[in-house]
């Protein structure tokens, strides 16, 4: 199995298309569940399907926020796109409201990992396998911000480059325990 990694980029829109969207660049069928927080609140929502080397438009419009959190599994190799952002989540289509009591509230607590737009009105997120790896940094952000950054109870820094590599799926198909910590 091809190692996956993600890289973050943002590509240029015509100002009539201000989205937030993600391209599988992968030679995989992909599954992505998106966090945000918007006037109401945080939201998780599932799933997307998104087949190889194709793109899908998660949120339509000019963006609200500067941090978006995404979780992504590779549905024909294995693997996933994970993070330290604990947000709640399930295996079938869902809207979720709020952060806190994943598991109490009978959802799974998921780790995203964050996306920082730069307050930009459009994003596109580029899932790509580790021999196509883009190490470009975005122009302007420092490496190495927290993970969660954005996050409840965790102030906002700026964000993270690319790549990240995520882990595999454990056999078991156990997610992370709702151990009582803060996301």
């Known amino acids: 199995m091809a190692a996956l990694t993600l890289s973050a980029l943002l590509l ?24 945000y927080k918007d006037v109401d609140g ?8 998104v087949s190889s080397r194709s793109c899908e438009t998660l949120l339509r419009g000019t963006l609200v926020a500067r941090y978006y959190y995404i979780y992504a599994l590779d549905y024909d190799r294995g693997g996933e796109w994970s ?7 399930r295996d079938k289509e869902f809207t ?3 952060t ?3 598991l109490a509230r009978g959802f799974d607590r998921t780790g995203f990992f964050e996306v920082d737009t730069g307050e930009q009105r459009a994003w596109t997120v580029q ?3 580790s021999n196509e790896q883009n190490t470009q940094k975005l122009p302007g952000l420092p490496s190495g911000s927290p993970p969660g950054a954005g996050m409840p109870g965790i102030p906002p820094t700026p964000g993270r480059t690319a ?8 056999d078991t198909g156990a997610k992370p325990s709702d151990g009582g910590g803060k996301p």
């Open 127 to 129: 899932l790509t396998e």
């Open 83 to 89: 993070g330290q952002a604990f947000m709640c989540s």
């Open 42 to 49: 945080w939201t998780t929502e599932g799933w997307w399907n």
């Open 163 to 170: 790549p990240v590599t995520p882990a595999p799926i454990p």
């Open 96 to 98: 979720i409201k709020g």
């Open 12 to 35: 240029a829109a015509s100002p009539a298309a201000a989205d937030f969207r993600l391209c599988n660049n992968t030679s995989s069928r992909v599954g992505i569940a998106l966090g």
């Open 100 to 102: 806190e009591n994943c």
